[in-house]
């Protein structure tokens, strides 16, 4: 009842208020809301609230993250609080994090005698204990990550999910090995650990070497994740760096090797946070809400009767096909309630629920359910008696369609160009592809007279193409690609 007279009162949150998708901006925010993601009425910038159903899908979404990870690194967790003493060590680290660091100057009344920070980023809370940890050759490789909440002081535009002050999920790797080379070897594992991740999403990716003016503060090289959003501009969504002996320089990571010699250790650090699920709801969306692959999906299944007067006997064969369901392990939803099944069907599209079972007079006749599918909306019938096996033929073409429509919109919008007004015209609507010599001076003027960044070297591809730099006019090997980007 109080629902209703809400709803009588804001005419805005019916029906029709989910803005278009080509509208991406309004879209997202609406869909956040109205999918009951996030609450963005959070009074901090920056920070924002997840809903029950938003957290579920962070909790899948990050089950598959840490299922890849476990296979070979362990959890742990370490402090949110880093002492300014050893936040400060490593100087390029410092230069890259210190306007967006949040302190902690006072206990109480009291003035602290050394300030703490609030972790941007773990290096410095980990890196002070390998070093009480490594001792040996023995001791190698450490692969440890922790899932945690960091602070970040972003002076950009933020919005929820993707640019955040408070980020609730960043996933982050720290690893240790002997030599540059196997620390190498970890950056490659990472990246091919995080296309996996992304797959099972259903979100396909660009991996990219950034250029040296984009690596992280410390690293010898970080290679990047990138996806394309609905509105051209790319988000990176994963990071993986290679921090050389850096890191283990300054806070004193050494280990023994085989001949009884100190050796200072290799470092690797590897990050992604809720921007994989900003993308998933931006990819896969469309006009009528969320779309989620069924491994995500809060809620699998939605079995709707669908009555002409009372009918218990639909009713109890809804409930069979729930309980089948549920057996054999999936999140199913019957909905009871006595709003019309337009309603419902909205209502649970809207939630991204993948396959919709609706279960009339003349379906139990045939005994069958009608199958709807969320994600192309395509309908058909399927038996009861198998009707698990019927559900899991579908989510399997469902996961394979939101990858493959998912590709091809990357592909289709991803452009071969060979003068810097060309990169201008493809950008406004994609990623341009433009031969660059690798230098310096001449990749910050190709920004600089696009107006957009130089995401990198794809991966894979250095020495693969022909052309001629834009700028200096070489006559060159590698591609650089170009987007706009968050
Ligand atoms: N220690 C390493 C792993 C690190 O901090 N790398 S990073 O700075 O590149 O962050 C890892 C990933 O977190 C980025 O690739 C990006 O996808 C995400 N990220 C960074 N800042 C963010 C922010 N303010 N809000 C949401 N996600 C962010
Ligand atoms: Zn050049």
């Not at 089950?63 to 967790?77: G, N, S, V």
């Not at 309603?343 to 379906?363: H, N, Q, S, T």
């Not at 939101?402 to 071969?416: T, V």
């Not at 957009?452 to 991966?459: D, H, N, R, S």
Request: charged share 30%.
């Amino acid at each position: 009842m109080a629902e209703k007279k809400t709803k009588e009162k804001q005419p805005e949150v019916k029906k029709s208020s989910l803005p278009v998708k080509s509208n991406f901006s309004e879209w997202y925010n609406e869909l956040l809301l109205m999918g009951e993601i996030m609450d963005v009425r959070y009074p901090v910038k920056g920070l924002y609230v997840w809903f029950p159903f938003g957290f579920e899908l962070r909790k899948r979404t990050y089950a598959i993250i840490r299922e890849l990870l476990d296979k070979d690194h362990k959890e742990a967790l370490f402090p949110l609080l880093i002492p300014e003493t050893e936040f400060m060590k490593e100087a390029e680290h410092i230069k890259g994090f210190e306007n967006e660091v949040y302190w902690v100057t006072h206990g109480g009344q009291n003035e602290l005698d050394v300030k703490l920070a609030l972790r941007p980023t773990s290096e410095t809370a980990i890196y002070p204990m390998y070093k009480v940890w490594v001792r040996s050759h023995a001791d190698l490789p450490i692969k440890i990550y922790q899932i945690v909440n960091t602070f970040r002081y972003e002076t950009k535009h933020t919005r929820p999910l993707i640019r955040l002050r408070e980020i609730t999920s960043f996933k982050e790797a720290h690893t240790v090995h002997a030599t540059w080379d196997e620390a190498a070897d970890q950056v490659k594992e990472a990246v091919r650990i995080y296309q996996d991740f992304y797959r099972r999403l259903a979100i396909p990716t660009i991996v990219s070497k950034r250029p040296d003016w984009d690596k992280f503060p410390g690293a010898d090289y970080t290679m990047a994740v990138d996806t394309l959003m609905p509105d051209a501009r790319t988000l990176q969504i994963g990071t993986a760096h290679h921090l050389g002996n850096n890191f283990a320089k300054t806070f004193d990571i050494k280990y023994e090797d085989l001949n009884g010699e100190q050796q200072y250790a290799h470092q690797t650090c590897y990050g992604i946070s809720e921007r994989s699920i900003a993308a998933l709801i931006s990819i896969h969306g469309d006009d009528r809400g969320l779309v989620f692959p069924p491994e995500v999906a809060p809620v699998q299944v939605v079995i709707i009767p669908v009555l002409f007067g009372k009918s218990d006997e639909i009713i109890n064969a809804c409930r069979t096909v729930a309980d089948k369901l549920r057996e054999k392990g999936l999140r199913v939803t019957f909905d009871e309630t006595d709003e019309r099944p337009g309603a419902k069907y909205y209502r649970w599209e809207m939630k991204g629920v993948p396959l919709r079972l609706e279960i009339g007079p003349r379906d139990l006749k045939n005994n069958v359910a009608t199958i709807v599918r969320r994600d192309n909306g395509s309908k058909d019938t399927g038996l009861l008696d198998h009707i698990a096996e019927e559900v899991n033929k579908r989510f399997e073409l469902i996961r394979e369609n939101l990858f493959n429509k998912a590709q091809s919109q990357l592909k289709e919008r991803m452009h071969d160009c060979s003068s810097l007004d060309q990169v201008k015209e493809k950008i406004s609507a994609g990623i341009a592809r433009i031969p660059w010599c690798g230098e310096r001076e001449c990749g910050l003027a190709m920004e600089e007279a696009v107006g957009a960044g130089i995401l990198g070297i794809p991966e894979g591809e250095p020495g693969k193409g022909t052309g001629n730099c834009p700028i200096c006019r070489k006559e060159t090997k590698n591609i650089a690609i170009m987007a706009k980007t968050y």
